[in-house]
């Protein structure tokens, strides 16, 4: 029983070489018995269901009904770029829709993923953000608002906004990326006292990783990074001490 966990691809369309690595790990190494984790921001915009993403993404959506059906457990916990897709995932029966974090429980082993935008409770301005865009007024937008127009929108703001070259931890003056790892490395420390033996997280796209030992246990934070330059994603099998990078 291995477990794989990927985020941050921001992916843009069925043309981006990262979809296709994600279907390749889907197809070629998750089995029956096996769980998947999408930690988020998997897509660069995925909002409601919409015909425009549903189409976009297609290749990646049916990899995804196709592993459930062999027997992979997905779970997709939703970031910042992907929110309110329960509804557009509701036909593949075995992926469950997570909103902001999900608890996995493999031989005794405790894993907590959760995307990693609200690690930072400091925050306020992004909290009140991401509660309006997933307030019921939201959802009745997003209904009301043709997919091509929230698609249109995401284009332009991704082309205007840091995303689209999102400054990576390494390219951060060091005293900002020393607060962002304390203020990550601390939410995890927090799950850990709470049982967990493994936290992951991505969002910041910075590739960190800490060992702390709670209670006398060993426990693990990953934060998975940014695919697109890092090139990688995370495994774990039954009996390992810890999570593993592996190329994507
Ligand atoms: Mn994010």
């Given at each position: 029983m291995s477990l794989f966990a990927v985020s941050d691809l921001h992916i843009s369309g069925s043309d981006d070489p990262l979809m296709g690595s994600v279907i390749k790990l889907l197809r070629?190494?998750?089995?029956?018995g096996d769980t998947v984790v999408?930690?988020?921001?998997?897509?660069d915009l995925f909002v409601g269901n919409k015909k425009v993403f549903t189409e976009k993404y297609a290749p990646l959506l049916s990899a995804l009904d196709f592993a459930g059906r062999r027997g992979v457990v997905l779970h997709y916990v939703e970031g910042n770029h992907d929110f309110l897709i329960r509804r557009a995932f509701a036909?593949?029966?075995?992926l469950k829709v997570h909103d902001h974090d999900v608890s996995v429980e493999i031989s005794g082993k405790r894993f907590f993923f959760a995307?990693?935008?609200?690690?930072?409770?400091?925050?306020f301005g992004y909290r009140f953000m991401r509660f309006m865009f997933r307030s019921w007024l939201m959802r009745a937008l997003v209904i009301a608002i043709p997919g091509t127009w929230l698609d249109w929108i995401g284009r332009m703001s991704s082309r205007y906004s840091?995303?689209?070259?999102p400054l990576l931890p390494g390219e951060l003056p060091i005293e900002r990326r020393e607060k962002l790892r304390r203020i990550y490395r601390s939410y995890a420390a927090e799950r850990m006292a709470a049982g967990y033996d493994f936290v992951v997280m991505g969002h910041c796209h910075d590739l960190d990783e800490m060992f702390f030992t709670v209670d006398g246990r060993s426990a693990q934070y990953v934060n998975i990074g940014f695919p697109r330059k890092h090139g990688s994603f995370l495994s774990w099998d039954v009996g390992d001490e810890k999570i593993q990078r592996e190329a994507l």
């Open positions: 070629e190494r998750a089995a029956s999408l930690v988020g921001d998997v897509f036909g593949i029966p075995s995307h990693g935008d609200t690690a930072d409770c400091g925050d840091r995303d689209a070259k």
